[in-house]
């Protein structure tokens, strides 16, 4: 089966934890992207990578960090330094040297307890 | 700045009215413009996209937009909405991927939400 695989679907953080969130793709994409959604907030972007071994800080990094070490697979962690971490968390991926779509997981509900 | 805006937070239309969904955008070069749709607790499906060409373009479930240079304006639109349409809708702009160039990263307008009468 094709696609982006997120998980866990659902996952509770009690403060002061630190929790990460998988996100595999077998699109044999390069790019891919981690955003946050909160009701009425649209998507905000936490983190990208472009290649393997390289990622770039997108518009809400503080308090996230993240890994490219290989091509399929881009977790993101959340760190006990992120003060509001209760949302959904939304992988995508989208090809590079084309005008090409994003594709996106079906999302992490992620909720501190 | 880069920016979208979907100026219509909540829509309700009545089932098998049309449906036009708004989306202006502020983009520093040729954008490529995208709609996609969220049901709930799900991730995003893409109904269309634009890149270039005829300015109306078609997308999945009978939906399509109409790309307006002058305007800014990249509406989506539905001649006769379903019950099944009942979802998040969001308008996105982004520039070409490539590793060294653009970072590639779609910007999101916040999102109507559509509501759908009996």
């Known amino acids: 089966d094709g696609g982006i695989t997120q998980s866990p679907k659902y996952l509770f953080r009690k403060e002061g934890q630190n929790v990460t969130l998988s996100c595999e793709q077998n699109l044999n994409h390069d790019a891919m992207y981690w955003y946050r959604q909160d009701p009425g907030q649209g998507l905000r972007l936490i983190y990208y990578?472009?290649?393997?071994?390289?990622?770039q800080k997108g518009d809400i990094a503080e308090g996230y960090s993240v890994s490219r070490e290989k091509k399929e697979s881009f977790p993101l962690t959340v760190t006990s330094a992120q003060k509001n971490p209760t949302a959904f968390y939304l992988c995508a991926v989208r090809g590079t040297g084309g005008s090409t779509e994003a594709f996106f997981g079906q999302g992490t509900r992620l909720t501190v307890v | 700045a880069q920016s979208v805006t979907q100026p219509d937070i909540h829509i309700t239309v009545s089932e098998g009215a049309s449906l036009e969904l708004r989306c202006n955008y502020s983009?520093?070069?040729?954008?490529?413009l995208f709609w996609y749709v969220q049901s709930p607790g799900q991730g995003l499906q893409l109904l269309l996209k634009?890149?270039?060409?005829?300015?109306l373009v078609q997308g999945i479930k009978g939906f399509e937009a109409e790309f307006k240079r002058s305007q800014s304006s990249f509406n989506l639109r539905k001649p006769s909405v379903h019950w099944s349409d009942a979802a998040e809708y969001f308008c996105?702009?982004?520039?070409?991927?490539?590793?060294?160039?653009?970072?590639?990263?779609?910007?999101f307008g916040k999102g109507t939400k559509l509501s759908v009468k009996p």
């Open positions: 990578s472009q290649i393997v071994n390289d990622f």
């Open positions: 996105a702009v982004g520039a070409i991927t490539g590793y060294g160039g653009s970072q590639g990263n779609l910007i």
């Open positions: 983009y520093g070069a040729t954008p490529y």
């Open positions: 634009y890149f270039s060409g005829d300015t």
